[in-house]
């Protein structure tokens, strides 16, 4: 039986946006997490706010690593998973 509530529609969101993600890592790492931001934003039409609690979720479920103080998102490698 598919769902088709709010939380829901956050997941499938949230699933959009790291398949994003992986694809600009996959040509790129790092990217800048605020072209990144602006681009979901432009996408989706989600406020950054919103955006920035979908990546914290998102970088807890190890899809990614958030680097503030560079700006950028990386790829998690093995070693780093787990910590």
């Known amino acids: 039986m ?4 709010g ?3 956050k997941r499938e969101r949230m699933e959009q ?3 994003k993600i992986q694809a ?3 040509i790129e790492n790092p990217i800048s997490l ?4 602006a681009q979901v934003e432009y996408d989706f ?5 919103r955006i920035r609690e979908y990546l914290k979720t998102l970088q807890d479920l190890e899809r990614f690593k ?3 103080a ?3 998102i990386r790829k998690v490698v093995e070693a780093e998973k787990h910590d």
């Open 70 to 72: 560079n700006n950028q």
């Open 34 to 37: 605020s072209k990144i931001v």
């Open 2 to 5: 598919v769902r088709h509530d």
């Open 17 to 19: 946006i790291s398949r």
């Open 45 to 49: 039409g989600l406020t950054k706010t």
């Open 7 to 9: 939380a829901e529609a």
């Open 24 to 26: 600009a890592l996959y």
């Open 66 to 68: 958030i680097d503030e």
